[in-house]
């Protein structure tokens, strides 16, 4: 285990060196968000109107003004919820995640995820070249590198929408099936069980196919590959090869980020702030779990990068142990 | 106007009630005095086959006829054969209303059948029978059979008739059935309708419908695999042991109108005793699942809240006994009342504040009153219990566990439809009022969608959770604004005596408001009930003007000229608040001045014509107005638009809600990109 370990740790080395493409990242996705933003804004500013409500508003979520404005709202602006207040944002998307019922929800939510993931193919090859080289990143090398690599990244990206595709329906199916095969079972702890067992073999293949995804990148940023099918097919190659050492740094992150949304968990902002510096504030503690999280992605890549340069072949210093 | 229908079948109950020997003095060989009129009482001995799923039944039926016409017909119910197949009424409303217990895979053993063998008069010949659907014509529906007797059975006249059946027991459909070893067992015998004199209300099974049946003596013996422990309407009066891995529980129940039973060897029973002054004493006993134990006490409190508050509120529950039954998991008979049995349901986690498992359990105790006690037809008027209990639940819930915590659960298996397995509890988001916000919600939605006083069979799938349950508990609560529950609890206090243990109609309670509320009701029960109207009053503007003197005045030397002042500098405004009615719905409400000097100016407004203007002179600006500001008519669809400031605030409010939902965006961007 000292393999994943060490990958870790140097992946967390390697995004300390280039540090400032996690603020660049992360002004991506505050700048990506905010136009949507600003649209729910108007969207509750004209629910409130000139009423009395918004006073209220500021000490707590009137559930029966949330309900009004639901019932009234449609599409991006609907989907406004109480769980979104502070740890259940991140909950609610583990769980949209886990169940793929995020590629259910409102169209317009759909269309701005597709961009966003569109703008992150780009943006990741970038952080991808610098997190191997360790250079001191400049924008223009940041987008020279991101446009290299970004067909082949979408290339990539398609494929495994087919895997995932096939995950998503696979897991359906298994709790369907699990379903039936418990419809005698009485016991809420026993189904539990068996449901968290399914669970986690569904994150498993969730998460191999993510690994496979991220191997395939690295293969083709570090060995320059032209086909994203050849590169597919090298990710594959490579996780199954190393499954210690690839299961290991994504094991090591995952805890890692457990932990972040523990411990966001215990300073997450609720619902009374009433004055613009108290919602600033509360906007601010959010975004640094935002970074975190952030910070955790792109800590895995210099770690899948860090290992797969130490055990490839095809690597200098192929030294892995 | 108040609409009224000429019959008054339940006036009519209450005076046989007077006249009736059986029920002003005779004691039963018991030594018990009858609560009701006894007039359907059954006699069933019923053995469980655990492999083939059966109930192998006999039973023996004593109906007397407390109307004032004969009749030569018994109608029953054969609920059981709504999941016979596909093309029973209930089956086809279901997928209607697509809201499926068990939408598509029903496998053979899943369906359920009720199929009567015989049906005799006692030591008799066999009668005639046919099947009925009085409702639809589906001739392919079977959970109507009518018996032809061979002389009518007069007035006063009693008919014994003997009947042998057998049931399969299907995996749970309208929260009846089995799961595993686990029974639930409801509305599983051929049973009588009611006979109204003119005819007989035996409707046919629906979706959407609940029950309606007369009073009587349950005598039941239910033989079952002897490590079956068993809760049933009524007291165990007898338990025999068959020698043959079977035993035999006899129990008993009089003055009620169904019997319904659970069997399962995994129930842990727990005991307690209601002990309240002024209130008969009744003995709780609750049949747990194992892994809910730890939630015991949290079912006995709720019980006993709904015993004690119901009690105080309404009258006694007079059975002193009540079976509570925790059920098991993914069996689907949770949240439902039977004749001094109900079912919970909980989940293994449950975190407390979040309202449940004590709202259904208040809920379902409740029922015992509305419902129970008082029995109205389920099939025509489902308001009469839901929306009373609903009220009640309500008022209880408030009163004793306060305001509830949002609560969402997470861990919902994909394409399964079990509700997710882990509770997170939002404390900070609370549900402050008597009606829950998404209660409001739901009737807000469906407003328009059926008028109450439309038969409850024939209305629209959704109206059953939207307007028999959310709309009379919203107009009730709105009552309890206006009237003050000192002056409805005593109106829902006489409906409750003057009705208990009869089959009260909508009118019935519309005269207990009118003999009762010290004031004329029409006008809100039409609207509430014979009307679907919508109600919303707004605050259209808030103005202040600087009160000028500007202009040709009567001066001492005729008219003078003023020509404009400062305006900032005066020290007098006119304030001008317009309120407006955008619904159909009218109804007096009280508008609010709120000053920027801190003064509060309340006014009144009869709330019937389209607009009125009110206008307020005073030494400060109006801050803001609101119309109906104590939220007495609950039935408005809309609050927003119920207050309004002269000076908007929306700014913070709408940054501060966006930036939140934000946040999540952010994330969820985040959580799309890891797909790449
Ligand atoms: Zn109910």
């Known amino acids: 285990m000292t393999g994943p370990i060490r990958s870790a740790i140097n992946g967390a080395a390697r995004l300390s060196r280039v540090r400032r493409l996690l603020v660049w990242l992360w ?62 944002a991140f909950l609610d998307n583990l769980e949209l995640w886990f169940s793929g019922e995020i590629f259910e929800l409102d169209p317009g939510l759909i269309a701005a995820g597709a961009l966003y993931a569109l703008l992150w193919a780009l943006l990741i090859g970038g952080a991808l070249g610098y997190l191997q080289s360790g250079a001191r990143p400049t924008l223009r090398g940041f987008f020279g590198s991101g446009g290299e690599f970004f067909f ?37 702890k026993s189904v539990l069980s068996v449901y968290l067992l399914a669970a986690a073999l569904v994150v498993l293949l969730l998460v191999l196919v993510r690994m496979i995804s991220d191997y395939a990148k690295v293969a083709i940023v570090m060995e320059d590959r032209r086909s994203a099918l050849l590169a597919s097919l090298r990710g594959v190659r490579f996780v199954l090869s190393h499954p210690i050492g690839t299961l290991g740094v994504v094991l090591i992150v995952g805890v890692a980020g457990l932990v972040v949304l523990y411990l966001y968990s215990l300073v997450a902002p609720g619902v009374g702030q009433s004055t613009w510096t108290t919602v600033v504030l509360a906007f601010l503690v959010s975004q640094l779990f935002l970074i975190a999280r952030l910070a955790l992605r792109l800590t895995l890549l210099g770690a899948e990068l860090d290992l797969y340069e130490r055990a490839s072949p095809l690597a200098a210093n192929a030294d892995y142990d | ?8 079948a339940g006036l009519l109950l209450a005076a046989i009630a007077l006249i009736d020997p059986a029920l002003s003095s005779a004691r039963e060989p018991g030594g018990d005095v ?53 093309d029973s009424t209930w089956m086809r409303e279901d997928r209607y209303r697509g809201r499926s217990d068990r939408g598509d895979d029903v496998d053979r053993d899943d369906w359920g059948y009720l199929d009567v063998h015989s049906v005799r008069l006692a030591g008799g010949a066999e009668l005639e029978r046919r099947f009925a659907a009085p409702d639809d014509g589906n001739a392919a529906d079977r959970t109507v059979m009518v018996a032809s ?86 007291r165990e009066v007898e338990r025999r042991d068959n020698g043959d891995g079977t035993a035999t529980h006899r129990y008993r129940q009089a003055d009620v109108h169904a019997f319904t039973w659970t069997a399962s060897p995994e129930y842990v029973e727990l005991t307690r ?54 059920p098991a998991y993914g069996s689907g008979s949770g949240g439902m009342e039977y004749p001094t049995l109900f079912t919970c349901g909980t989940r293994l986690y449950n975190p407390f504040g979040g309202g449940r498992p004590e ?98 069979w024939r209305a629209h799938p959704g109206s059953i959770g939207n307007i028999s349950y959310s709309k009379t508990a919203i107009w009730l609560a709105t009552l309890e604004n206006y009237l003050g529950w000192e002056t409805l609890q005593p109106i829902m206090a006489s409906f409750f005596e003057r009705w208990k243990f ?63 002042g400062d305006e900032e500098s005066s020290d007098e405004y006119r304030n001008e608040v317009v309120v407006r009615r955008l619904g159909e719905g009218r109804f007096p409400v009280e508008v609010l001045m709120v000053f920027e000097d801190g003064s509060e100016v309340r006014r009144r407004w009869d709330g019937q014509y389209r607009w009125t203007l009110l206008t307020e002179r005073g030494p400060s600006k109006l801050e803001y107005a609101i119309v109906d500001p104590d939220r007495v008519l609950l039935l408005d669809t809309n609050f927003t638009n119920n207050s309004r400031r002269r000076e908007s605030e929306n700014r913070l409010p709408s940054v501060k809600w966006a930036s939140k939902w934000m946040v999540w965006l952010q994330d969820l961007l985040a959580t799309f990109a890891s797909f790449v």
């Not at chain 2, 009118?507 to 006008?523: H, K, M, N, P, S």
């Open chain 1, 27 to 88: 002004i991506a996705n505050l700048l990506f968000a905010l136009p949507l933003a600003f649209q729910v804004s108007a969207s509750i500013e004209r629910s409130i109107g000139a009423s009395q409500v918004g006073r209220t508003l500021l000490e707590r979520l009137d559930l029966i003004w949330h309900t009004e404005y639901q019932d009234a709202s449609e599409g991006v602006s609907a989907t406004l919820e109480p769980s979104q207040v502070g740890v259940g």
């Open chain 1, 152 to 188: 082949r990244f979408v290339r990539v990206t398609v494929l495994m929408a087919g895997l995932y595709y096939l995950v998503y329906r696979f897991s359906e199916w298994l709790f369907e099936s699990l379903e039936y095969r418990t419809r005698d079972v009485t016991v809420e």
């Open chain 2, 1 to 8: 106007m108040l609409r009224r229908s000429g019959f008054r």
């Open chain 2, 34 to 86: 009858a609560l009701s009129l006894r007039n359907a009482n059954y006699e069933i001995d019923v053995r469980l086959d655990p492999e083939a799923r059966l109930l192998h039944g006999r039973q023996t039926v004593v109906w007397r006829n407390v109307r004032e016409a004969a009749t030569d017909e018994l109608w029953f119910h054969l609920y059981w054969n709504a999941w016979r197949n596909r």
């Open chain 2, 149 to 234: 007797l061979p002389a009518a059975v007069e007035p006063g006249g009693e008919v014994r008739v003997e009947l042998e059946w057998t049931a399969k027991v299907p995996r749970t459909f309208a929260r009846t059935g089995f799961r595993g070893d686990y029974y639930f067992i409801a509305h599983w015998f051929p049973k009588l309708g009611v006979f109204e004199g003119d005819r007989w209300n035996c409707h046919q099974y629906h979706a959407a419908t609940e029950y309606f049946s007369d009073y009587g003596t349950y005598d039941v013996r239910l033989t079952l695999p002897e490590d079956f422990v068993v809760g049933a309407t009524g």
């Open chain 2, 273 to 326: 005793r209601f002990e309240v002054d002024g209130l008969p004493p009744v003995d709780m006993r609750l049949l747990m699942q194992p892994e809910h134990l730890s939630q015991a006490d949290r079912h006995f409190n709720a019980t006993s809240a709904a015993l004690e508050l119901y009690g105080k509120w309404y009258g006694a529950y007079p059975y002193g006994h009540v079976t509570v039954v925790d």
């Open chain 2, 359 to 456: 709202g259904v359990t208040v809920h379902e105790a409740g029922h015992q009153f509305w419902y129970g006690i008082v029995g109205n037809d389920e099939f025509n008027s489902a308001w009469l219990d839901e929306g009373l209990n609903t009220f009640s639940t309500g008022r209880v819930m408030h009163e004793t566990f306060g305001a509830n915590a949002w609560v969402k659960r997470y861990f919902r298996p994909p394409g399964t439809d079990s509700g997710g397995f882990l509770p997170v509890l939002f404390a900070e988001i609370r549900d402050p009022g008597v009606i829950s916000s998404s209660r409001l919600s739901r009737y807000r939605n469906h407003a328009t969608t059926d008028v109450p006083a439309h038969p409850t």
């Open chain 2, 502 to 564: 009869g089959h009260p109609r909508p009118e019935d309670l519309f005269d207990v408001f009118d003999e009762l509320a010290g004031q004329d009701l029409d006008w809100f029960f039409d609207q509430v009930f014979y009307d679907d109207v919508r109600f919303d009053y707004e605050i259209q503007s808030v103005k202040s003007v600087a009160v000028e003197a500007e202009g040709w005045f009567e001066g001492d030397a005729g008219l003078e000229f003023r020509p404009a």
